[in-house]
């Protein structure tokens, strides 16, 4: 359902029957993604809960708006703040992955007694070093041209090619072909601008502010994603009420690779909820 919120046209979506006593979940999914891509695994949770996707802005069915302000940190986090006030939801268990989990974590250190209980996947609380995040935000912004400057069919090609996303590369060709034509349905604009103001390097610096999330916390890595794994084993300690979770044979999206584990870690952590 697309809904006119203050600053742009969101869609979220149910992924069962809604039903007011049970608990809500609010999945949001990483960069060139979109709340499809967490439809099947919705399916492979406890049913025990409400579970609701969000298109974040620039994203599947949300609007891609031309005004770069409308994707900074702040206005993200109150478009889905504007999406609770809509479905009246006071109190929420949050699970995001990659960007959505930097957009979850966010919302955590804004809102944390909206939040019950969060999940993250294949998060970073920001960049530490200043000459690092000065040359990620460097990056983001060559990426942002390069997608401006192709075909969304080539950037979805260039973008599944990833060195990230190497795990991936065992997925059979029909599985690839599927993965890039779910991306080629973004919008170049709001690709671009996500990019620009809400990549990791723009990102509020977040390691001093875990400590005040209290609110019980599962961080999910896979083990081959040596990079993210590392980061998390530090976070871990951070936060009050937190544990950690290696996904075995997975790389940067655990819930894609291994779904099954990944949904098993995940009914594990709501089960105590």
Not at 3 to 24: G, L
Not at 84 to 102: A, C, D, E, Q, V
Not at 237 to 264: C, V
Request: proline letters at 2%; hydrophobic letters at 35%; aromatic letters at 8%.
């Amino acid at each position: 359902m697309i809904i006119q919120i203050s600053s742009a046209k969101i869609n979220y979506e149910h992924f069962n029957q809604f039903d007011p006593v049970k608990k809500t979940m609010i999945l949001l999914h990483g960069f060139t993604g979109s709340l499809e891509d967490w439809r099947s695994v919705s399916t492979s949770l406890d049913m025990s809960f409400n579970y609701i996707g969000i298109d974040l802005i620039g994203h599947g069915k949300s609007e891609s708006p031309e005004e770069v302000e409308k994707y900074t940190t702040p206005e993200i986090i109150k478009q889905i703040n504007d999406v609770l006030s809509h479905l009246s939801l006071n109190k929420i268990i949050l699970l995001g992955y990659s960007m959505g989990g930097r957009t979850a974590l966010n919302f955590a250190v804004k809102y944390p007694k909206k939040v019950e209980a969060l999940i993250l996947e294949s998060t970073s609380p920001g960049i530490k070093d200043e000459k690092e995040r000065e040359t990620r935000i460097k990056k983001d912004e060559k990426l942002a041209k390069y997608i401006e400057t192709h075909k969304i069919e080539e950037f979805a090609e260039f973008w599944i090619n990833q060195d990230i996303f190497n795990t991936q590369r065992r997925f059979s060709d029909e599985k690839r072909r599927q993965i890039k034509l779910a991306k080629k349905k973004n919008d170049k604009t709001g690709l671009a601008n996500s990019v620009r103001e809400f990549g990791t390097g723009k990102m509020l610096l977040l390691f001093d502010h875990l400590q005040y999330i209290n609110c019980k916390t599962l961080l999910i890595t896979g083990e081959l994603d040596e990079k993210f794994t590392g980061i998390n084993k530090e976070m871990v300690k951070s936060f009050p009420h937190a544990e950690h979770k290696i996904i075995d044979n997975a790389g940067h999206n655990t819930h894609l690779e291994e779904h099954g584990k990944f949904a098993k870690h995940i009914n594990e952590f709501l089960s105590d909820i």
